[in-house]
């Protein structure tokens, strides 16, 4: 009896078996029959959810151009899986399919309806300007702050944040007891756990001579991305407030992808893959 540590080839070769597994896998998973679900809708709906109106302007442009429609798929339109046996009356069925259609057709009005507003609300926030952000919404939709709390708080630490990076230091020093001190113990708290732990970092980068040199946790604060990251939190709140799922149809399929993926892991005793989107794209 011999060990081989890896100090020579295996006689078996483990890694290719793997890959033709996963191979086989796939090609299963690709010959099985799927509803038909239209790209060009899937993102459609990604451009009118989050108010790229230019980009959509384009988009359907080219796709005039090209002889296709302008569907707009939202996930509401995705048929039930019914199992096996259980049999809708005919009748039954058609009320259904015409009450989902009724109600997409509300949720396509409404995104097209608040789109332009939706998107002037983003570009304040995504520019520094958040007391615009506050009274246009304010103005547009009355009460919707009130009704999103943590939406609020998040414009009022995006507020804090600008006056920061303006340099108006002691300003924000008197926004924040003023505005900020209304989340911490013994006034109130913080809408969640999460948001009592983001506040003690953007409390934090008053600490910094220049808060543009701030380390984690508080650089992230700083960046576009976080910019990004409460004009969607504002995106999503007015989307609510008109029945819309705040999440995109793509973001929602990627959802049920992961929780689906994660279950068959369950089930397999934790083998098998976990689903990575960076991995999939780069394929």
Do not use: W
């Amino acid at each position: 009896m011999s060990f081989n540590f890896g100090s020579a080839p295996f006689l078996f070769d483990v890694q290719r078996f793997a890959a033709s597994q996963r191979s086989a896998r796939h090609s299963h998973i690709e010959l099985t029959p799927t509803p038909p679900v239209s790209i060009d809708g899937l993102v459609r709906a990604y451009l009118l959810h989050f108010n790229y109106a230019e980009t959509l302007a384009k988009f359907d442009s080219s796709d005039s151009a090209a002889g296709n429609g302008g569907e707009v798929l939202i996930l509401d339109e995705l048929e039930p899986i019914v199992p096996r046996g259980n049999i809708l009356p005919k009748a039954q069925t058609a009320l259904g399919a015409n009450c989902a259609a009724t109600r997409c057709t509300t949720l396509l009005e409404h995104m097209l309806s608040t789109m332009m507003h939706r998107r002037q609300l983003r570009l304040h926030v995504l520019r520094g300007d958040v007391q615009a952000a506050f009274d246009l919404s304010n103005r547009l939709f009355p009460a919707l702050l009130a009704r999103h709390p943590y939406v609020q708080f998040r414009l009022q630490c995006q507020y804090f944040i600008e006056m920061l990076r303006r340099g108006e230091a002691m300003a924000a020093v008197a926004y924040a007891q003023s505005e900020l001190t209304v989340y911490q113990p013994p006034l109130g708290r913080a809408p969640t756990r999460a948001a009592a732990s983001e506040l003690d970092n953007v409390i934090a980068l008053i600490a910094y001579d220049d808060p543009c040199t701030a380390e984690e946790p508080q650089a992230s604060l700083m960046s576009r991305a976080y910019r990004e990251s409460t004009a969607d939190c504002l995106n999503e709140a007015v989307l609510e407030e008109h029945g819309i799922p705040p999440q995109c149809t793509i973001e929602r399929l990627f959802r049920h992808l992961m929780i689906v993926t994660e279950v068959n892991r369950e089930a397999n005793l934790g083998y098998g893959d976990s689903l990575c989107v960076d991995d999939r794209l780069s394929e």
